[in-house]
């Protein structure tokens, strides 16, 4: 943390203790003590910087990590080329996501909000879902400039968007929320290929799906 001050590292401290405990634990099974026994703090130190607790703590964790995902997404979605194919370019989006949920306290933020969704405030689910937004966004600009290019057919770039999220979704959830597998395995690499083949090839023109339809 750049000219960081004694409080600032006190804080950051607390969080990452509080964002592997609720992690490991769960929020309910968490103490403030056990959190300031982590960093090997006295009890009323948390309370110093947090004055609301764990609820403050838990809050931060997510609002902190929501904004360093999007900031991360952003700058590496923006560094991507245009040479690849289609369905190159959007298994580079989803890898680009899988790199940056599978970071430690990334993956640690990933668990508490599936774990914790009865605990956490809706301003805190309203960061999330500004994250899938962005993401769906920077993916529609992508497909509307492919559409422009008559690569793809004319269509709705704000659906198909959304239809690639919700692939993209699926696996996250099916391997790193089921299967708890954070390596990208080729396993991983041939199911999200074949489910993007499959609805790149229907947008396409001249498309077997189109020539029937």
């Given amino acids: ?51 609301a607790g764990k609820k403050q703590l838990l809050n931060e964790i997510i609002k902190q990590t929501t904004d360093n995902k999007t900031l991360a997404f952003n700058k590496q979605f923006d560094q991507l080329t245009g040479a690849e194919s289609i369905q190159e370019t959007l298994i580079k989006v989803f890898q680009i996501i899988w790199n940056i949920l599978t970071k430690a306290e990334n993956y640690e933020t990933l668990l508490i909000t599936v774990r914790e969704r009865a605990v956490i405030e809706p301003e805190q689910i309203n960061w999330l879902l500004r994250l899938a937004d962005r993401i769906e966004q920077k993916i529609a600009d992508y497909l509307r400039q492919q559409i422009m290019d008559q690569t793809l057919i004319d269509n709705d ?30 396993e991983v690499a041939q ?9 790149v090839k229907g947008w396409q023109p001249n498309s077997p799906r189109l020539a029937h339809s």
Avoid at 191 to 199: A, F, G, P, V, Y
């Fill in 191 to 199: 199911t999200l290929s074949e489910e993007i083949n499959l609805l």
């Fill in 1 to 51: 943390m750049k000219n960081a001050t004694k409080g600032d590292l006190q804080k950051e401290k607390l969080l990452a203790a509080a964002r592997k405990l609720f992690a490991e634990n769960g929020y309910e099974a968490t103490s403030t003590k056990k959190i300031n026994q982590r960093i090997g703090a006295a009890d009323g130190l948390l309370y110093y910087y947090f004055p």
């Fill in 157 to 186: 770039p704000g659906l198909m968007a959304e239809l690639v999220l919700s692939v993209y979704e699926s696996c996250i959830y099916r391997q790193l929320i089921l299967a708890d597998k954070r390596n990208f395995t080729n």
